[in-house]
């Protein structure tokens, strides 16, 4: 079976394992009825809080080890030893743990002075702090690296189009295309250098997708939209019967209906970063790349991430962020539809969701097993 079919139902068995998992735990007294149902000091409340924590961990380690080891050597998509995918995957772990678990603790003791409004507040400030130190949090995670004579390349090859804010790292995934990190208004943009094995034409074409996200304020939206999607859900998801975020139980219930929100938003979300990936690609016609160099790009990335296929299955186009190359083109040669895009809010609203709790934060296809993906996405 090839590859990328492979990690899209694995992707899809994540989905229903995880919408399960929370079921179980909204609808069953087990384990819920385990966790303190009123107000706790603070050390008995780290007590419950890692002990649920460390039992997150221990679901998603065989799944990250599946998707992110045995699956890639079964099909052959890259060779990689299991000490070197173990280092940068208990790294990634390790961050994303220990988010968790800040989050979760300060959640409670918010909640327990101040209501779901001093909650609403408090993830309003650590989403947005997430999104400042995403660029560092990436760097971190994937352990990248910047290189000074790459990006001299690509400044020989695209010129001007390379701005100061745009850095060039190296990263042996073929999938890691990059992103745009950061606030709005204080961006930077990430680009691999594997992008010099592509032409001029084409490389030009990928730049001015990423300048495009940011001028026709895309990824503004984008954030926007993760941000208000996640506060909705989270507040929903503290109106169910038992839950809140003044105690353990009450705090666990909450995160098992927000596992269900973010769920729902895995197939509708998409729908709106496909809008601001074509929104993108107007942009980079619109500014000299022909249609034939566009579309050489597209592919180009698409071989180097789906281990040289180009043509997505029907389970891959419900759960991609974007459409596939020949509806793309399709869509540049049809009037805009005057819906805005809204670029990359699918993924960038799993990052953020880390401070929300959100356990199927790194659940999706492309993210499972893929700790290089996890706060810097695969890109469109």
């Known amino acids: 079976m090839q590859y990328t079919i492979s990690k899209a139902w694995l992707?899809?068995?994540?989905?229903?394992?995880?919408?399960?998992?929370?079921?179980?735990?909204?609808?069953?007294?087990?384990?819920?009825?385990?966790?303190?149902?009123?107000?706790?000091?603070?050390?008995?409340?780290?007590?419950?809080?890692?002990?649920?924590?460390?039992?997150?961990?221990?679901?998603?380690?065989?799944?990250?080890?599946?998707?992110?080891?045995?699956?890639?050597?079964?099909?052959?998509?890259?060779?990689?030893s299991f000490p070197k995918f173990w280092k940068r995957l208990s790294r990634g772990i390790m961050l994303h743990a220990a988010i968790l678990w800040i989050s979760g603790l300060l959640i409670m003791e918010i909640g327990k002075h101040y209501g779901i409004l001093g909650v609403m507040a408090l993830l309003i400030s650590?989403?947005?702090?997430?999104?400042?130190?995403?660029?560092p949090l990436a760097r971190i995670v994937a352990g990248y690296k910047i290189y000074g004579e790459d990006r001299e390349n690509f400044r020989r090859r695209i010129g001007e189009l390379l701005?100061?804010?745009?850095?060039?790292?190296?990263?042996?995934?073929?999938?890691?295309?990059?992103?745009?990190?950061?606030?709005?208004?204080?961006?930077?943009?990430?680009?691999?250098?594997?992008?010099?094995?592509?032409?001029?034409?084409?490389?030009?074409?990928?730049?001015?997708?990423?300048?495009?996200?940011?001028?026709?304020?895309?990824?503004?939206?984008?954030?926007?939209?993760?941000?208000?999607?996640?506060?909705?859900?989270?507040?929903?998801?503290?109106?169910?019967?038992?839950a809140g975020v003044e105690t353990v139980r009450g705090l666990f219930l909450t995160s098992m209906a927000f596992v269900v929100w973010m769920c729902l938003g895995q197939v509708i979300l998409p729908n709106l970063s496909k809008t601001g990936s074509t929104e993108a690609d107007r942009y980079a016609t619109a500014n000299g790349v022909s249609e034939s160099a566009l579309e050489a790009a597209l592919r180009s990335q698409m071989k180097w991430s789906r281990d040289g296929q180009i043509e997505m299955d029907r389970l891959e186009k419900l759960l991609s962020p974007s459409l596939p190359v020949n509806q793309r083109l399709e869509f540049l040669r049809t009037e805009p539809s005057?819906?805005?895009?809204?670029?990359?809010?699918?993924?960038?609203?799993?990052?953020?969701?880390?401070?929300?709790?959100?356990?199927?934060?790194?659940?999706d296809y492309n993210l499972c097993g893929h700790p290089q993906n996890w706060v810097l996405q695969s890109g469109d």
Request: charged share 20%.
């Open 163 to 242: 701005s100061r804010r745009t850095e060039v790292v190296k990263e042996e995934d073929p999938a890691f295309a990059g992103g745009i990190t950061g606030l709005p208004w204080m961006e930077k943009t990430i680009i691999p250098s594997r992008w010099l094995e592509m032409s001029e034409d084409e490389l030009k074409a990928q730049v001015l997708r990423r300048i495009g996200a940011l001028r026709t304020h895309s990824r503004h939206r984008g954030i926007m939209v993760a941000m208000l999607w996640n506060l909705y859900g989270f507040y929903s998801a503290s109106l169910f019967s038992g």
């Open 126 to 135: 650590t989403s947005a702090l997430m999104l400042l130190l995403q660029n």
């Open 338 to 363: 005057g819906l805005p895009g809204a670029w990359d809010s699918a993924r960038i609203a799993q990052f953020l969701s880390w401070s929300c709790l959100g356990w199927f934060s790194r659940a």
């Open 11 to 80: 992707g899809l068995f994540n989905l229903a394992l995880w919408t399960l998992i929370a079921c179980l735990g909204l609808f069953n007294e087990w384990p819920s009825k385990l966790f303190p149902a009123e107000p706790s000091s603070l050390f008995v409340e780290i007590q419950w809080w890692t002990l649920i924590v460390l039992a997150y961990i221990c679901i998603m380690l065989p799944l990250d080890i599946l998707g992110g080891f045995v699956i890639p050597k079964l099909t052959k998509y890259k060779k990689e």
